[in-house]
C-alpha cells in the first residue's frame, strides 16, 4: 500500500494559512495547491509517493457562492483553467480549505466537495490523475489522497512536513509514550511526539564512511523509520579506525550494504536501503535520495556534494551537510602534527541559509578537478593531496573521534530541527559552523551575501520542473507521474 507523503514550503504554508484564515466574519476559505508528485520505489522500502508543492493559488472572492464558518460552496467553472495548468505541467491538483468552526476533521460535505472535483478532473484530465485534500483544522493540517481510478477510496498520508524552523510534521502516526522502549530515554529528553516524528521520516545519507556510517547508526537508534545509504566505495583496512559497523571480513565490501547488514543485525525498528552507487552517475540513487523527506552529506566528494547542493531545493529537503579538514604539518624531527583541523556541519534548508558554494564548502574549480581526477586516476597523489589539504578543500585524514564527533553534532543538529533545543551565541550561524580540534573552539565565518547565487539567492532549481533528472542529461529524464 502506498502512504503519500506532503511537502510543504514554508513560504507555501504562510501563504495559504494568511488566505484561510483572512475572512473578516471567520468564515471557510479555500486554495488550490499544484503538486509535483515523486513516485520512486526504493527497494526494500515501503512505496511512499512524495507530493511536493509548487504553487499556490488563493480562491479569489467571486469563485465563491456561499460561505459560513462551517462549510464553503464554490463554482467549478473557475477551476477549470487550474485544472488545464495541473495537466500541461504534469501537477497534481490539490484542494486546501479549512474549518475555522474546529470541526477536527473531514466532514461529509468535504467528501461530497472532494467527489465532485475529483469527476470534473477526471472529465477534464482523465482518469489516471491524483488528488490532494487537505484540512487547516484546530492549528494543525490533515491530508488525504483519491485516486481518479477508484473514486470512492480515501488513501491517508503518512504525514504532511513543513519546511522551516523548527520542521513541522503532522499526521505522523503517534504512539505511546512507554519506559522500556528503545527511545524511551529520547521521549524523556524531547518529548514522544519527537520520538514519532524521527519515526516517520525517511533519511538519505550520501557517504557511508567515516562520518556516515556512525550517522546512520545514530539515527536507526534515535528510531528513525526508513535509511536510504548510498556509497560506492569498498571498505578499505584503512577505514577501519573510524567506519562504525564493519570489521576485518568486510574489507572488500561495499559500504552501504556493510551498514545495512549490520543494521540488520541490530533488529532495530528501521528500514535501511543500501545502494552502491554514485549519485552523480545512477538515476536509480538519485531517484531513491529524492524519496528522501531529509538528507545527510557525508562525502568528501565534490561532485557528489554539488548533486546535493541542488536536490536540496529541486526535492525540498533539509540537507546537513558534514565534513572535515585541516592541515598536517611536520615538526622539527620531521614528526607528523596537525596544524589546524576542524569538523564542519552546513545545515541547509530550501528556502533558508546560505547554499554549499556560498559556504565556500564546494567550489566549481574543485569541481572540475575531481572530474579530471576521475579521467585520470594517475594524476599525481601529491597533487590531491595539496589540492585538499592546503587549497583549503575538505580532505581530513581520517581520525576516528573527530569524524564520529561531527557525525554526532549532525545528527543533533536534525534533532535541533525537529524540537529546537540550541540556542546559539550570536556569532555562531545555525547554517554553518565549525569544531576546531585542536583549538576546541565553536566557529561560523560571516555571510557571503551572494544576491546571484542560483541555488539559495535566486531559487533557480526550487522544486523546478525536471527535463532531466535535476536538469542534467547525463541523468535521464525522470519517471513523470500525474
Ligand atoms: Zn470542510
Ligand atoms: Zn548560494
Same mark, same amino acid.
Given at each position: 500500500?502506498?502512504?503519500?507523503?506532503?511537502?510543504?514550503?514554508?513560504?507555501?504554508?504562510?501563504?495559504?494559512?494568511?488566505?484561510?484564515? +483572512?475572512?473578516?466574519?471567520?468564515?471557510?476559505?479555500?486554495?488550490?495547491?499544484?503538486?509535483?508528485?515523486?513516485?520512486h520505489?526504493?527497494?526494500?522500502?515501503?512505496?511512499?509517493?512524495?507530493y511536493?508543492?509548487?504553487?499556490?493559488?488563493?480562491?479569489?472572492?467571486?469563485?465563491?457562492?456561499? +460561505? &459560513?464558518?462551517?462549510?464553503?460552496?464554490?463554482?467549478?467553472?473557475?477551476?477549470r483553467?487550474?485544472?488545464?495548468?495541473?495537466?500541461?505541467?504534469s501537477?497534481?491538483?490539490?484542494?486546501?480549505?479549512?474549518?475555522p468552526?474546529?470541526y477536527?476533521?473531514?466532514?461529509?460535505?468535504?467528501?461530497?466537495?472532494?467527489?465532485?472535483?475529483?469527476?470534473?478532473?477526471?472529465?477534464?484530465?482523465?482518469?489516471?490523475?491524483h488528488?490532494?485534500?487537505?484540512?487547516?483544522?484546530?492549528?494543525?493540517?490533515?491530508?488525504?489522497?483519491?485516486?481518479?481510478?477508484?473514486?470512492? &477510496?480515501?488513501?491517508?498520508?503518512?504525514?504532511?512536513?513543513?519546511?522551516?524552523r523548527?520542521?513541522?510534521?503532522?499526521?505522523?502516526?503517534?504512539?505511546?509514550?512507554a519506559?522500556?522502549?528503545?527511545?524511551?530515554?529520547?521521549?524523556?529528553?524531547?518529548?514522544?511526539?519527537?520520538?514519532?516524528?524521527?519515526?516517520?521520516?525517511?533519511?538519505?545519507?550520501?557517504?557511508?564512511?567515516?562520518?556516515?556510517?556512525?550517522?546512520?547508526?545514530?539515527?536507526?537508534?534515535?528510531?528513525?523509520?526508513?535509511?536510504?545509504?548510498?556509497?560506492?566505495?569498498?571498505?578499505?583496512?584503512?577505514?577501519?579506525?573510524?567506519?562504525?559497523?564493519?570489521?576485518?571480513?568486510?574489507?572488500?565490501?561495499?559500504?552501504?550494504q556493510?551498514?545495512?547488514?549490520?543494521?540488520?543485525?541490530?533488529?532495530?525498528?528501521?528500514n535501511?536501503?543500501?545502494?552502491? &552507487?554514485?549519485?552523480?552517475?545512477?538515476?536509480?540513487?538519485?531517484?531513491?535520495?529524492?524519496?528522501?523527506?531529509?538528507?545527510?552529506?557525508?562525502?568528501d566528494?565534490?561532485?557528489?556534494?554539488?548533486i546535493?547542493?541542488?536536490?536540496?531545493?529541486?526535492?525540498?529537503?533539509?540537507?546537513?551537510?558534514?565534513?572535515?579538514?585541516?592541515?598536517?604539518?611536520?615538526?622539527?624531527?620531521?614528526?607528523?602534527?596537525?596544524?589546524?583541523?576542524h569538523?564542519?556541519? &552546513?545545515?541547509?534548508?530550501?528556502?533558508s541559509?546560505?547554499c554549499?558554494?556560498?559556504?565556500?564548502?564546494?567550489?566549481?574549480?574543485?569541481i572540475?578537478?575531481?572530474?579530471?581526477?576521475r579521467?585520470?586516476?594517475?594524476?599525481?597523489?601529491?597533487?590531491?593531496?595539496?589540492?585538499?589539504?592546503?587549497?583549503?578543500?575538505e580532505?581530513?585524514?581520517?581520525?576516528?573521534?573527530?569524524?564520529?564527533?561531527?557525525?554526532?553534532?549532525?545528527?543533533?543538529?536534525?534533532?535541533?530541527?525537529?524540537?529546537?533545543?540550541?540556542?546559539?551565541?550570536?556569532?555562531?550561524?545555525?547554517?554553518?559552523?565549525?569544531?576546531?580540534?585542536?583549538?576546541?573552539?565553536?566557529?561560523?565565518?560571516?555571510?557571503?551575501?551572494?544576491?546571484?547565487?542560483?541555488?539559495?539567492?535566486?531559487?533557480?532549481?526550487?522544486?523546478?520542473?525536471?527535463?532531466?533528472?535535476?536538469?542534467?542529461?547525463?541523468?535521464?529524464?525522470?519517471?513523470?507521474?500525474?
Open positions: 500500500m502506498n502512504k503519500p507523503r506532503i511537502t510543504l514550503l514554508a513560504s507555501h504554508e504562510r501563504e495559504l494559512l494568511g488566505h484561510l484564515q +483572512s475572512h473578516p466574519q471567520g468564515h471557510e476559505m479555500a486554495a488550490v495547491v499544484l503538486f509535483r508528485r515523486l513516485s520505489l526504493t527497494p526494500g522500502l515501503a512505496e511512499s509517493d512524495r511536493i508543492a509548487v504553487r499556490v493559488i488563493p480562491f479569489e472572492n467571486d469563485w465563491v457562492t456561499s +460561505s &459560513s464558518d462551517t462549510h464553503i460552496s464554490f463554482e467549478l467553472k473557475y477551476l483553467d487550474l485544472f488545464r495548468q495541473s495537466e500541461e505541467e501537477l497534481v491538483f490539490g484542494f486546501v480549505h479549512n474549518h468552526g474546529g477536527p476533521d473531514f466532514s461529509h460535505v468535504d467528501d461530497d466537495n472532494e467527489r465532485t472535483l475529483l469527476r470534473a478532473l477526471t472529465n477534464r484530465n482523465g482518469k489516471d490523475i488528488f490532494v485534500a487537505m484540512l487547516w483544522t484546530n492549528n494543525a493540517w490533515k491530508a488525504r489522497i483519491r485516486y481518479g481510478q477508484q473514486p470512492e &477510496s480515501v488513501q491517508k498520508v503518512r504525514h504532511i512536513l513543513v519546511h522551516g523548527p520542521l513541522k510534521l503532522y499526521e505522523y502516526e503517534k504512539t505511546e509514550f519506559d522500556e522502549d528503545i527511545s524511551a530515554r529520547h521521549a524523556a529528553a524531547f518529548g514522544q511526539p519527537f520520538v514519532d516524528k524521527l519515526k516517520s521520516l525517511r533519511v538519505g545519507i550520501v557517504g557511508a564512511g567515516g562520518t556516515g556510517s556512525p550517522t546512520a547508526l545514530l539515527l536507526a537508534r534515535a528510531g528513525v523509520g526508513e535509511l536510504v545509504v548510498i556509497d560506492n566505495d569498498k571498505l578499505e583496512r584503512s577505514n577501519l579506525n573510524r567506519v562504525r559497523g564493519a570489521g576485518l571480513d568486510d574489507v572488500g565490501k561495499n559500504k552501504a556493510i551498514l545495512k547488514d549490520f543494521i540488520a543485525l541490530l533488529k532495530l525498528p528501521t535501511v536501503a543500501a545502494l552502491e &552507487s554514485l549519485i552523480d552517475q545512477d538515476p536509480a540513487a538519485l531517484d531513491a535520495l529524492a524519496s528522501c523527506d531529509v538528507i545527510f552529506g557525508c562525502t566528494d565534490q561532485i557528489g556534494r554539488e546535493l547542493n541542488t536536490a536540496l531545493y529541486a526535492y525540498a529537503q533539509p540537507y546537513i551537510d558534514m565534513g572535515l579538514g585541516g592541515q598536517i604539518a611536520e615538526d622539527a624531527e620531521g614528526h607528523p602534527y596537525l596544524r589546524y583541523h569538523g564542519r556541519i &552546513s545545515t541547509i534548508l530550501p528556502e541559509g546560505e554549499l558554494f556560498c559556504q565556500g564548502v564546494i567550489k566549481d574549480v574543485w572540475r578537478h575531481q572530474y579530471a581526477l579521467q585520470n586516476p594517475n594524476l599525481a597523489a601529491e597533487e590531491a593531496r595539496e589540492r585538499y589539504l592546503v587549497g583549503g578543500g580532505q581530513a585524514p581520517g581520525v576516528g573521534p573527530f569524524t564520529s564527533a561531527i557525525a554526532d553534532y549532525g545528527v543533533a543538529t536534525l534533532f535541533d530541527l525537529i524540537k529546537p533545543f540550541r540556542k546559539l551565541p550570536g556569532e555562531l550561524r545555525s547554517d554553518f559552523f565549525t569544531v576546531d580540534f585542536v583549538k576546541m573552539e565553536f566557529q561560523s565565518r560571516s555571510e557571503r551575501n551572494d544576491t546571484a547565487c542560483v541555488y539559495c539567492q535566486q531559487k533557480a532549481y526550487l522544486v523546478v520542473q525536471e527535463k532531466y533528472r535535476l536538469n542534467r542529461p547525463i541523468l535521464g529524464k525522470p519517471n513523470v507521474a500525474l
